[in-house]
């Protein structure tokens, strides 16, 4: 059994997690400066999807801050199972993430088909109760946020037993010290259990081998 802010931590350094708050400050504010300037943008009908403006701004300034290295993992488009539109998917070396707004940081957002399909794809490997079920799929976190306003961040694991609960949450990202430029290679983070971490992600790269992913 891996813990998983151990398996966090491999996942996405701390370098990289301490981007994190200046990637949503910047988006939060570009967002609220392009609804201020826009007069399309402060009608009423549009004022009440101003989540929509903040889930694009997030989502480029977060694709910006991978392609220069500041968090570093790659990123796709994915669709949604109604052909309505793509969402950000984060890729991880041995797992990826997904993003979204929540007014509750401590409870999973709305069950669509994509989060569905990774929750149960992807049971609670890394908690007790779990601890024996097999890899069926990448542990998949989601990265929530918000909501109208920037009150927090955190990622999560969803657990498999629940449409609202978490296996495993984060803490707030947004109380991390902000990042400072770095110039050079990144730091390897020197405090993980490589044994327990790395049986898991022998275990995912079985099943992706064995899968085809």
Known sequence: MADPELFFKDQLSVRSQAAIPTVFKTAYAAAESLIQESPILQVESARDNKGRVITWSVDLAIKRAIET??????????????????YLELIFSHSTASISQVDDPHRQPRNVVFRENARLNSPDLLTPLESEAPVVGRPHFILVHGYQTLEFAHFGIPSSRSKRAWAWLSPDLMKLPHAVPFEGPEVEDTDIDFNEVGLLKDEIERWVKDNDE
């Open 69 to 86: 290295g500041a968090i570093s993992c790659d990123y796709r488009w994915q669709p949604f199972a109604k052909p309505t539109g793509r």
